[in-house]
């Protein structure tokens, strides 16, 4: 049986996303936090996660060129010899902030963070099979971020929860 | 049908112990350090000026191209133009200052350059990008759904990281990386580009094989390990369980450990997936420093080169025990190999955990 879409959530292009404790700078992890929010809520209502799909739940960021504004902002620090804020340590991979929302909904399947080098819809769907069907995550939240969008889908198998097709 | 072994055919690698895979195994067996001021770029302004780092390296392009060519070795043109890329990487090194420098498409000029056939997938997931990689290339040759793959990660040291993780006060003051040692304060960072081919079993002389895989997340905070090391051991229970192998089966792991606080939480996790089993443990970050997205591919190709040589690497900066990380460290020496399955452990920002079990052919 093909996993399928659960749940989805879409930032369109432009939004401005509710800022996010710890981040700063840049939009990019407020936008993943945000989309990942919007689409568990659908799934489960409040966090955490509900039960052993939640401990089984993996959690995937898609992004072209990653946090770039963060990225530019330290080059520019490094380049001017401005002091680099401690808080920039720990948003300095995408991973962070995949970190933030498996900790927010108990989501204990993998972290990974991947750049895209198709489709990244076709790529984060792909992907999400491949944890489901290796077996080290039942549903898989794909987030995918660009600059001021964001889009997240949670995949798996409906019966999970014990819904019905 | 049998499900198809995974095997591993290729390895490279360039750190600041050396040029080549034997350097690496070389100074991972005598636990010298390669810890030094950094001269690549003006590290004067930070709070600590010293990482690993190989004095002639080239770019990061030229030395993964490098490392894809000599894991490459024995591959004609015309296999390697059917062999996709799996990269780790933190991003197009220009990222930050220039806007055009994408990261696929630095990903895509090393696939070209190598004569591979593109790129695959590409792992920007910090400390666990190459291990992550390995995992997904072994899940899908195992279920018959890939042939053979080139997996490549890297990292230089280069002043952008430095700074920040410099900010974060991560970095040792003391010029020595001291994985689960009492009196630890710190990472360094170092080179680590590296590149392992991965194929079914069978058609080339395989030099150990994947035979378990996991990756697990924490659920427990931005970028600090669960101190429990739940995470991890479901990781490392995952690999074993896949592996087939009994905890007391595992001859030696090549811990994530950098010299950091969380070692603690790892050596809980080890702990915890291993229980009376106490296999031998060490940190080869202590002699090539903290390689971030290069780290775990790196780690890996030690691992199967112990593996082999039937000798495990020092965990070298050692100062004296600390009670929250009791392991069996291979303290005294490369020790003997009581089996030839060994597994390497990863674990990132983000609470993302790795566990790769390789055995020697």
Sequence with gaps: MTPTELATATLPEGTVPPPLPGFVVSSFSPLAAAAADRCLTARHGNPPAAGEVGRRTAVVLLSGSGDAPMAAHVADAVDTGTRIGPLLFFQAVPNSVAGHVAARWGLRGPVVCLCPVAGAATEGQAYARLLIEDGDADEVLVVTVARTAAHAVLIGHRQALGEGE | ?361
């Design chain 2, 1 to 361: 049908m049998t499900a198809p072994r995974v095997a591993i055919t290729g390895l490279a690698a360039v750190s600041a112990l050396g040029r080549g895979v034997q350097a690496q195994l070389a100074g991972a067996l005598a636990g010298t350090a390669a810890f030094g001021p950094v001269r690549r770029f003006d590290a004067g302004g930070r709070r600590v000026t010293d990482a690993a780092t190989l004095t002639d390296a080239g770019t990061l392009a030229d030395e993964l191209a490098g490392a894809v060519a000599a894991a490459c070795h024995g591959l004609s043109a015309a296999e390697r133009a059917t062999t996709p890329l799996l990269l780790g990487i933190h991003g197009h090194p220009d990222g930050g200052r220039d806007t055009t420098a994408t990261t696929a498409g630095f990903a895509r000029a090393l696939a070209t350059r190598a004569g591979l056939a593109g790129v695959a997938r590409i792992y920007t997931c910090a400390c666990v990008s190459g291990s992550t990689a390995v995992a997904d290339a072994a899940a899908e040759i195992h279920k018959g759904r890939s042939g053979r793959v080139v997996v490549a990660a890297g990292y230089l040291v280069e002043p952008d990281q430095f700074a920040l993780f410099d900010a974060g006060r991560a970095l040792a003051r003391d010029g020595a990386a001291r994985p689960f040692s009492s009196g630890r304060n710190g990472l360094l960072l170092g080179d680590a580009v590296s590149a392992v081919v991965l194929e079914p079993a069978g058609a080339r002389e395989v030099l150990a094989e994947v035979t378990g895989w996991g990756r697990a997340g924490d659920a427990h905070h931005v970028v600090r390990p669960d101190p429990a090391g739940a995470g991890m051991a479901r990781a490392i229970e995952a690999a074993l369980r896949r592996g087939g192998l009994g905890p007391d089966e595992v001859g030696y792991v090549n811990a994530n450990a950098s010299g950091a606080d969380g070692d603690s939480a790892e050596a809980a996790a080890l702990r915890r997936a291993f229980g009376a089993a106490r296999p031998p443990v060490s940190s080869t970050k202590s002699v090539h420093g903290h390689g971030l997205e290069g780290s775990g591919l790196l780690e890996l190709v030690i691992t199967v080169l112990a593996a082999q040589a039937g000798k495990l690497p020092v965990n070298a900066g050692h100062l004296a025990p600390d009670p929250a990380c009791d392991l069996d460290l291979v303290l005294d020496g490369p020790r003997k190999a009581a089996s030839p399955h060994a597994l390497t452990v990863n674990a990132a920002f983000g609470g993302a955990n790795t566990a790769l079990l390789v055995r020697a052919a």
